[in-house]
């Protein structure tokens, strides 16, 4: 079986996005995020975990706050 080859080129400008979309937090983080609840919290699922992050590679959650996270740009390329 071979291992699955994640590449991320991160890209500096900063602008608004709509659902579904790419964000991420300080630690590094990637969260891929399919829209937001009617309190503004973040429906998303973790899709890069950087090594200091708190969270797990694969989680998902309803009740991302939405201050903790910038829009992501740049390219993420999965190969296998």
């Not at 699955?4 to 996005?17: D, F, P, Q, Y």
């Not at 300080?26 to 503004?40: A, C, E, L, P, Q």
């Not at 903790?68 to 390219?75: D, E, R, V």
Request: charged share 30%; hydrophobic share 30%.
């Amino acid at each position: 079986m071979s291992k699955l080859k994640v590449t991320i080129t991160r890209a500096k400008v900063e602008e608004i996005s709509e659902y579904p979309c790419l964000m991420q937090d300080n630690y590094g983080d990637i969260i891929f995020v399919t829209g937001s609840k009617d309190d503004g919290s973040l429906i998303g699922t973790i899709i890069h975990k950087d090594k200091n992050s708190l969270c797990s590679l694969g989680e998902y959650d309803t009740k991302w706050e939405p201050s903790y996270f910038k829009p992501f740009h740049g390219k993420i390329t999965l190969e296998q």
